[in-house]
């Protein structure tokens, strides 16, 4: 069954580093998502992409964040400047745009970043 | 501003019963909901999910009952099974327009099946 894969499973970095987040949605699919979810609280949205350009975006997703789809099978999560407060376990999502399930967004099994 | 709520942080059902986790939600723009399960260090699994046009959604095991005047919806998991045990959580999505909505979610129940 396909699958939504993201790497790397764990990423530390100091603070102040840039990251990226890697996500391969799957490969149908065209919407893609970042959530986030701190330790303890609930998963948040950070930004969607369709047809290569944000689609939507909270109020998390500032100046520092952004997402990249550099080929066809990759979507990137960059962290320029990475703050302690980033440390999260981070999801990418992807959805198809038909059939029965049209609205369900299938997620990856998360990266979790620990800024130092 | 918790606009899904699950009142619930956790629910022990024994094995063989039917669990049955709970959810609210304010904002009345919503019109899909999506229930997700999800183990400890993994991603959220897709469960089952229902469109505000319907009322009920039937997936094997699982059963998802949704009050549109109440602004409620639960999920029903008949027989519970030791498998059954993880975080549940309940989402939501407003239309946007442009098909890219993000879920808002609650902060989960975890229920736990006891044998």
């Known amino acids: 069954e396909p699958e939504v894969t993201q790497t790397p499973s764990h990423q530390v970095t100091q603070m102040g580093q840039e990251v990226i987040l890697r996500c391969v949605p799957i490969?149908?699919?065209?919407?893609f998502y970042w959530y986030r979810q701190i330790l303890g609280q609930k998963v948040e949205f950070l930004v969607s992409?369709?047809?290569?350009?944000?689609?939507?975006k909270s109020e998390i997703f500032d100046d520092q964040f952004s997402v990249e789809r550099p080929d066809g099978s990759n979507f990137t999560l960059k962290i320029r400047s990475t703050k302690l407060e980033d440390s999260a376990m981070y999801f990418c999502?992807?959805?198809?745009?038909?059939?029965?399930?049209?609205?369900?967004?299938?997620f990856g099994p998360g990266t979790r970043l620990l800024v130092l | 501003d918790q606009q899904v709520k699950q009142n619930s942080p956790s629910l022990s059902v024994q094995e063989g019963r039917i669990s049955i986790l709970n959810c609210d939600y304010t904002?009345?723009?919503?019109?899909?909901f999506l229930w997700y399960k999800k183990y400890p260090a993994e991603g959220p699994t897709f469960l089952i999910s229902?469109?505000?046009?319907?009322d009920k959604n039937e997936d094997g095991r699982f059963t998802v009952f949704l009050n549109k005047s109440a602004k409620h919806l639960s999920l029903h998991i008949v027989p519970s099974q030791p498998g059954d045990s993880a975080v549940y959580f309940c989402?939501?999505?407003?239309?946007?327009?442009?098909?890219?909505?993000?879920?808002?979610f609650g902060k989960g129940t975890h229920l736990i099946i006891q044998p």
């Open positions: 904002n009345s723009m919503f019109d899909y």
């Open positions: 992409f369709y047809n290569n350009e944000i689609s939507e």
């Open positions: 490969s149908n699919h065209l919407y």
């Open positions: 999502a992807s959805k198809w745009t038909s059939g029965r399930d049209w609205e369900t967004q299938y």
């Open positions: 989402a939501a999505s407003a239309p946007t327009g442009g098909g890219a909505d993000g879920l808002t």
């Open positions: 229902i469109s505000s046009i319907k």
